[in-house]
């Protein structure tokens, strides 16, 4: 398939091209400077035989989607409702990446495609507002709920694991803190990938959770980094209340691939195994 996509170049885009290629499609980064979507993003996509459009470009910077609404709502929702129009007026299939962060903060174990959305932060309900249109514009679009991403982007920009890393590396006193409070699924970024590409193969569409195996407080996630990286610190709990967020996220992101198991795919591998494949090969580079 020849497929096109937008934010190429982050962590999740540049996977998808690398897995994308593996599988044999063919694909056709829209970068920024193709992304002028009243001029020359119009042109590319609609100028293009593609066969999908895959929407990977967001604002992705929580705290200033709260400071900044009215940048979030343009670049995430009505940018993604704008990419989905062109997508229907030139027959492509369309592909959005949402977020488990969408659920909000009604249950304390994972969420499923079925559980009900109550965004709480600007970010996600920008999100949520841009699902529903995609579903409205193309109901037979592939809506991707995407958990905590890790991985190497070409961007090279945020990059928690990294991060961590150089925070343990450079601690004085030989000790970090991670919030005990907040739950997700860390998930390898090739492995989300791998797994959108699949469900496009199939034609799936609707909503799909999308998220390494396993969920983990930031604490066990930061614990796991330090200890695969072989980092001598002590890693200990602290909680929500002393990050000071301008964005209220939930304490609770974790969510399970219900949908995809009831379709018949297996699980993504669990967490673990996917960080320390990562780290490895982090190593392996330097
Ligand atoms: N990272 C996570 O943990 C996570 C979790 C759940 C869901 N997601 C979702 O997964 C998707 C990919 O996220 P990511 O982590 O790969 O993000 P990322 O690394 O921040 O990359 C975002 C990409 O979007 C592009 N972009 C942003 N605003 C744009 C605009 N107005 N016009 C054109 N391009 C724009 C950026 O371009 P530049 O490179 O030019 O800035 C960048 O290539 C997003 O929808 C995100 O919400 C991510």
Redesign the pocket.
Known sequence: MKILL?????????AIRTVSLNRGHTCVPL??DK?DWKKSYVDSVTHNDADVLIH?????DVERCEIHPEICY???YL?SQHAAMLAASTNKKFVF?????VYGCEKSTPYAEYDSVNPTTQ?HKS?VLAEHSIQRILPRSLII?????FGV?E?G??NFIANRIAEAKNSSSGIISANKDQFGNP?Y?LDIAERIIELMELDFFGVFNCTNAGAASRFEYVREIVALAKIPVSVVESSSQSFNRIAQVSNNESATDWRSRAMGLASLPDWRHSLERHILSLSAST
């Open positions: 937008t934010g190429a170049n982050g962590l999740l885009g540049s970068n920024r992304y990977a470009a967001a604002d992705t343009r670049d995430n940018l990446i949402s977020s488990t962060g970010h999100k709920r995407a958990g905590w991403l982007g961007n920009a945020k998930s970024n």
